[in-house]
């Protein structure tokens, strides 16, 4: 077995061998590093260009926004719904070429646009993104069981207004129905 004690008096004696081991072990423990860290790129890359259907974001921003709106004072438990006015949206790099003629008096511009097209990893050419917007909420809908209170229904509203930069008129409160026991 080797013992690593061994090893390093053996190349502390050169220093010149010390540093080379040194520096072979940080290349090691980099590309271990780059290895996972290209992983996440993969993923995040294909988030990216796969986004997420418009389904899963609803699904995920109702189940954030319902966290944080029971965190107010007062709202107790919460069920929220939202609706969107678009989902995502991707603007692509463009080539434009203008062309102007004047002959006989006449003066003639024509514009053609291209898509700037690049090769992927994959060996495929794909449309080189420059804008990706995100999906617009159009509307709101919250039903709390503290829904009753106007001090909890503006907090609610205020809340919902802040996350999503709407206005109030599109967000809806309420109080939640109790449920009798029999």
């Not at 061994?6 to 072990?25: E, M, P, R």
């Not at 790099?93 to 062309?99: A, G, H, Q, T, W």
């Not at 909420?137 to 207004?161: D, F, L, P, R, Y």
Request: hydrophobic share 35%; with cysteine; charged share 30%.
């Amino acid at each position: 077995m080797i013992k690593f004690k061994d090893v390093f008096n053996k190349l502390s004696k050169n220093k010149k061998n010390l540093v080379l081991a040194l520096c072979s072990v940080l290349a090691l423990v980099l590309l271990l590093v780059s290895e996972f860290a290209s992983d996440d790129k993969l993923d995040s890359s294909d988030k990216v260009n796969n986004y997420v259907s418009s389904e899963n974001y609803i699904k995920e921003q109702e189940e954030k926004l319902k966290e944080l709106l029971e965190a107010i004072d007062g709202a107790g438990e919460v069920e929220v719904m939202i609706t969107l006015e678009s989902c995502y949206e991707n603007v692509y790099l463009k080539d434009k070429n203008l062309k102007t003629e004047s002959g006989n008096g006449d003066f003639k511009e024509e514009s053609d646009e291209t898509y700037i097209m690049a090769k992927t990893s994959s060996n495929t050419q794909e449309g080189v993104i420059i804008k990706v917007y995100e999906p617009v909420v159009k509307g709101v809908a919250v039903v709390a069981s503290g829904g009753e209170s106007e001090k909890v229904k503006m907090a609610i509203i205020e809340t919902v207004s802040a996350v999503f930069n709407i206005d109030s008129t599109n967000i809806s409160v309420e109080k939640m129905k109790t449920e009798r026991k029999e």
